[in-house]
């Protein structure tokens, strides 16, 4: 069964300070994985899109990481802002259709001044 | 260009009643999607339309739930008899499959079913 576990469930850090949260899949065959942020009462934004070539892709003070072979991804937040508190989904692209999308829980981060 | 254009975006309505969602995709896309998201499940696909044909309907809990296309530009998402069980945010977000092209999406329809 096709499957996207986060980790941590929710994190609270302080602002200025970095965080990195971390996404397991098991979704094959894989085509891509997206990386989302939804603020509270909103729809998910995309942040980075990588394929198993790319091994990294930032966008501002976001880093995505994707080891294709582990099936391991990482998002890296530098110097967090207030603005980052929301939540974070890992969504993997890939199964049956390439339009199938499998998603995770979401990772809730707070950053508090 | 406004986006996924989704309403209402808050709906309380009373168990039985009927319910319908609105989604306008963005221009040029081909694709669109419903989606539901619940705490307990985090976000479920429950329809795709790839050129307003429905393509994977697999995802629709039941009967209950139906979905039209009738353009490039409107979808519906309609619930009749509605449950509280039903009570979620419904996404909708439109793409230009083919390629690795992010997917948009709307500010979502919450719905309350009391």
């Known amino acids: 069964k096709n499957q996207v576990e986060q980790s941590p469930q929710s994190l609270i850090i302080l602002e200025g300070k970095n965080c990195t949260l971390q996404?397991?899949?098991?979704?094959?065959?894989?085509?891509?994985l997206r990386w989302y942020k939804q603020d509270t009462g909103r729809g998910p934004v995309s942040l980075t899109i990588m394929t198993f070539s790319e091994n990294t892709k930032s966008n501002g003070r976001y880093t995505a990481t994707l080891d294709a072979d582990t099936k391991q991804s990482s998002l890296h937040i530098t110097a967090s802002q207030l603005s980052d508190s929301a939540s974070y989904i890992c969504v993997v692209s890939g199964g049956a259709g390439s339009y199938q999308l499998t998603f995770g829980k979401g990772t809730k981060l707070s950053v508090i001044p | 260009d406004a986006g996924v254009i989704q309403s209402p975006r808050h709906e309380v309505t009373e168990m039985g009643q009927e319910v319908t969602l609105r989604c306008k995709p963005i221009?040029?896309?081909?694709?669109l999607f419903w989606y539901r998201q619940t705490m307990m499940r985090g976000l479920e696909l429950l329809i795709y339309f790839n050129n307003n044909v429905p393509i994977d309907d697999s995802g629709m809990p039941e009967d209950r739930f139906s979905a039209k296309m009738p353009n490039a530009s409107f979808s519906t998402l309609k619930i009749q008899p509605s449950e509280p069980r039903d009570s979620a945010v419904y996404f909708c977000a439109s793409s230009l499959i083919g390629a690795n092209y992010g997917y948009t999406f709307g500010s979502g329809t919450r719905l309350t079913v009391v």
């Open positions: 996404c397991n899949y098991t979704v094959s065959p894989f085509s891509n």
């Open positions: 221009s040029g896309h081909n694709s």
